[in-house]
């Protein structure tokens, strides 16, 4: 059997709401649905297969205080969920001990639980808010164990200059591992792994790395850990193994593959599979720990989460390409009987035709290899001359590929080419590709970018090179200010949650002073280059007609950025506009409304600017 969630938006209640699954593995019934109240997540087999744990968020009839994610038992014998944990602030992510008795539990805590004095918030610590939280105040993530029986629990961690995350438990059930990321660092990006007995006491270091800490897995005998992290604040992360039984020194596993984003175990500890990012794509991998070999697991590009299980000899994963989101399949784990489990999206696909991504290969002016994809109009036609879009990823270390995006579907669908562009800068393309925007974020990635719509223009003379736009997120937002700082080609420009001033953003976003590695240190020690790649420094050669989207909850790029970006486009004279969204974080994701509104203001702009 597979476990899942499925999600899906609800325009009436203006919330997205989450259910858990259930399918045979074999395919052989129809998947059917384990919860209908409330939202359901994260769920997690007992160790017998005879229950299922998930993390559910359920008011009952008459509370009225917020309901709070709570971990929920279900016996798929029948019966309805047990309800196990009431933490105060609700669980953050838990995980079943290996005997099924118990589980690791990361929930918050709060000082201010028992009764606040005042409404003001005091800090004594540089990290006090992030992007998606909100200002964390006092809550700290902290470890527990909750006995499965009666919802008892003891704490394991405590104090104010921490927060942990992601607890799994050691094959044998001795040992707990968890994450940490330290509070009052003077940097946003320490953290670290750590081991502790499962009844309490002083916890292990793993490794002797401390920054960028992703995936993480125990080997079958429980004596190493594989993780995903960097080597240090400039490095990227890589991935690496550790001894659990002594603070060693972490060994990287390879160098060539510097993308990977999800790890387990394999061939009873002697390999590793992992998902990564990779040209655009992101497949699965396995490498032998002996010889260091990468193997390529799976054709298709498109694998964002999966599960293995050795002894049924499957693996199950979420799978999608550019035509659909993601469905469930499962696999031998050699990866042949490829089987589609899962058609949630089969009935609102039909019918609807979906642009194909065209790779387009180019090379850069100083000779390195770049790559984009076009995305032809729903119902070309040769002969015709089509406006053409073109969009820019977020980090700078994102990537686009042949992937769904119901966005670029929907350009696409209302008459535009689609140009996305993978930059120096974006994962997937090695290491020295990634490192290429080192001290600078526009400069030579606009100078890609810049080849790309001209290589795309030549090959394809149907695109009208008079009705160009340009858009992008985050990072995207920021080279879309940049763009349209440095060339008029530009008739129409979309930028959303972007950054404009280097210098005033670096102490005001949940991660401070965290561009110290792209641009040669922080502001303090380079304040030249901070405000020479801020495009508000180019404010007045701007031209094109700029919609500025914000969210007014967005932590990691804060709204001041979009009203300074604004203020300059119109003290200039530049056709601008600002719109604010209540409530939305950097992603512009959180409410589905916000969501529609934010394409039908986008394509508004476009069409009116870009068709005559």
């Known amino acids: 059997m597979v476990v899942y969630v499925v999600s899906a938006a609800d325009q009436k209640s203006n919330r997205r709401n989450s259910a858990i699954w259930l399918v045979p593995a074999d395919g052989s019934q129809a998947p059917r649905a384990l919860t209908t109240l409330g939202t359901s997540s994260a769920p997690g087999w007992s160790p017998d297969g005879a229950s299922i744990a998930f993390l559910g968020t359920r008011t009952a009839p008459g509370d009225p205080t917020p309901a709070r994610p709570q971990i929920y038992v279900m016996p798929l014998n029948g019966g309805e969920p047990r309800r196990v944990t009431s933490m105060p602030n609700g669980v953050v992510s838990f995980q079943w001990s290996p005997d099924g008795r118990k589980f690791a539990v990361v929930a918050r805590t709060a000082s201010s639980d028992a009764a606040p004095k ?25 470890l527990f164990v909750v006995y499965a029986s009666t919802g008892t629990s003891k704490q394991l961690t405590s104090g104010e200059q921490e927060n942990q995350t992601n607890a799994q438990w050691a094959p044998d059930g001795r040992r707990i591992a968890y994450v940490f990321d330290k509070t009052d660092a003077l940097n946003f990006r320490n953290s670290g792994l750590r081991i502790l007995p499962a009844e309490g006491g002083a916890a292990m270091p793993v490794g002797d790395l401390d920054t960028g800490y992703r995936s993480y897995s125990w080997s079958p005998d429980g004596k190493r850990i594989a993780f995903i992290a960097a080597a240090d604040e400039v490095n990227i992360p890589k991935l690496y193994t550790a001894s659990t039984l002594d603070r060693t020194k972490a060994q990287l596993v390879t160098d060539e593959f510097s993308f990977a984003t999800e790890v387990d175990w394999v061939a009873e500890g002697k390999g590793l599979a992992f998902t990564g990012q990779y040209k655009g794509e992101h497949p699965l991998f396995h490498v032998d720990l002996a010889s260091h070999k990468i193997t390529r697991l799976l054709a298709e590009g498109g694998i964002r989460q999966f599960d293995i299980n050795e002894k049924a000899g499957r693996i199950a994963f979420t799978g999608n390409g550019a035509d659909g989101p993601g469905e469930i399949f499962v696999s031998a784990l050699g990866l042949k009987d490829r089987r589609q489990l899962s058609r949630h999206n089969e009935e609102w696909l039909r019918g609807r035709e979906m642009s194909k991504f065209e790779r387009v ?33 977020g980090g700078p270390n994102g990537m686009h590929g042949p992937t769904w995006n119901h966005d670029f579907q929907v350009f696409a ?8 562009t993978n930059p120096r800068g974006s994962s997937g393309y090695g290491e020295k590709f990634q490192r290429g925007v080192d001290k600078e974020w526009g400069g030579k990635a606009y100078e890609d970018i810049m080849t790309g719509v001209d290589t795309v223009l030549q090959k394809n003379p149907w695109i009208d090179r008079n009705r ?8 995207g937002g920021f080279m879309t200010n940049w763009i349209v700082g440095h060339t008029t080609r530009f008739k129409a420009a979309v930028t959303l949650s972007s950054i404009s001033n280097f210098a005033s953003v670096e102490g005001t976003r949940d991660g401070f002073y965290g561009h110290a590695r792209d641009f040669g240190g922080d502001f303090f020690d380079n304040f030249d280059t901070y405000w020479k790649t801020s495009p508000l ?15 007014e909850a967005d932590h990691r790029v804060p709204q001041e950025q979009a009203e300074q970006w604004f203020r300059a486009l119109k003290r200039f004279g530049v056709e ?37």
Do not use: N
């Open 118 to 142: 005042s409404d003001a918030k005091r800090y004594l610590y540089p990290i006090y808010k992030y992007d998606g939280q909100g200002f964390t105040d006092d809550k700290r993530s902290h």
């Open 361 to 393: 290969p180019f090379k850069a002016a100083d000779g390195l290899e770049v790559e984009g994809f076009l995305m032809k109009p729903v119902g070309w036609q040769p002969g015709k001359s089509y406006p053409m879009i073109l969009s820019i990823h």
């Open 413 to 420: 669908a209302r008459g535009y080419a689609v140009f996305l």
């Open 468 to 475: 160009l736009g340009v858009t992008g997120l985050s990072y």
């Open 537 to 551: 420094r180019y404010a007045k050669s701007v031209k094109t007609p700029t919609l500025i989207i914000h969210g």
């Open 576 to 612: 601008s506009e600002l719109i604010l969204f209540p409530r939305e974080t950097h992603g512009l994701r959180t409410e589905p409304k916000h969501t529609l509104e934010i394409l039908d203001l986008t394509l508004g702009w476009f069409d009116r600017l870009l068709k005559s």
